[in-house]
């Protein structure tokens, strides 16, 4: 476990998602993504960014492994990946093999705080970084899971409710790939921000997660990326669900719609505020207001 100060008055983090680096193709789109991650970088000065899933695809994923540290050493600052649904699966035949086998990639990298997380949680690479006040009592929790197709595990669930438990009086944020089917209802039931431009692809089962960070009470927000061309947020039982902005250039995408990065700003005293990075240099709030039209009522 990590152990991160603030610097001033804030903690900002940089979260670049589906990014899809690939060795054999699409060089010049390639370059690309390498721009965007180093321009949101250098243009935003974040202390800490967090690459929520599929990092990168084919069969040379180590090499695409190295070109990424290269650039986060390069730049100097700390990085915590999660893994995504395509990461790893072109390794070993894919499954929980290949994904083990690129989440070794990973570790021991120059500036990433990539943990495998315990062996008895589901997964590869479920593991906290805490922010502001002491390691033992930090200001703020930011837990970083590995999300499976198919729903988050029993085990991680149990994991994340007991770290929750041992930290009463810190915030928390949590960071992963794929959406939780939370992201559909607030959508359509709950004014939103941003744009849903592609179905919200969330897993077919609801594991319970959602429920258990209500019920905990401190989590202030989740984001997640799978979707590359949404990146609304919107606020459900308190806490703020937020898509990331697609980042990469070797996937699909939308004309029109620029790749970029969400930008997160912490505070010591628990609140939290975001914008959207894009390539184009611009950073803003999002305004752009969905307004739902469905309801529960009979």
Same mark, same amino acid.
């Given at each position: ?46 202390d800490l960014v967090v690459f929520t899933g599929d990092l990168a ?20 600052? @700390? ?7 395509? %990461?790893?699966? +072109?390794? *070993? &035949?894919?499954? #929980? ?81 794929? @959406? ?7 959508? %359509?039931?709950? +004014?939103? *921000? &941003?744009?849903? #431009? ?95 039209? *469905?309801?529960?009522?009979?």
């Amino acid at each position: 476990m990590t152990h991160l100060h603030f610097k001033g008055d804030n903690f900002r983090i940089c979260q670049l998602t589906d990014i899809h680096l690939e060795h054999d193709r699409l060089h010049d789109e390639r370059e690309c993504t390498c721009n965007v991650i180093r321009q949101s970088i250098l243009q935003t000065k974040p202390d800490l960014v967090v690459f929520t899933g599929d990092l990168a695809w084919g069969p040379n994923d180590d090499k695409m492994i190295d070109l990424l540290s290269g650039i986060m050493e390069e730049l100097g600052v @700390p990085w915590a990946p999660v893994l995504g649904n395509h %990461d790893g699966q +072109d390794l *070993l &035949g894919g499954g #929980q093999p290949g994904r083990r086998m690129f989440a070794g990639f990973l570790l021991n990298r120059p500036g990433s705080l990539f943990e495998l997380g315990p062996e008895e949680v589901f997964g590869n690479g479920n593991y906290t970084v805490t922010v502001g006040g002491t390691k033992e009592a930090p200001a703020w929790v930011l837990f970083l899971l590995d999300s499976p197709d198919s729903g988050f595990d029993v085990s991680q669930l149990l994991w994340y409710k007991n770290l929750s438990e041992s930290y009463p009086d810190a915030c928390e944020l949590a960071f992963f790939h794929i @959406p939780l089917q939370e992201y559909t209802e607030v959508w %359509d039931y709950h +004014d939103c *921000l &941003g744009f849903n #431009q592609e179905r919200v692809c969330s897993t077919p089962l609801n594991d319970g997660l959602f429920s258990l960070m209500v019920r905990g009470g401190k989590m202030k927000g989740v984001f997640v990326g799978h979707d590359h061309i949404n990146d609304f947020e919107g606020t459900l039982h308190g806490i703020r669900l937020c898509y990331g902005r697609g980042s990469g250039y070797q996937c699909y995408g939308l004309e029109g719609y620029p790749h970029g990065a969400r930008i997160i700003d912490l505070s010591p005293d628990g609140t939290f505020s975001t914008k959207i990075w894009l390539e184009t240099g611009e950073l803003y709030i999002q305004t752009r207001r969905h307004v739902h039209k *469905l309801n529960c009522k009979g």
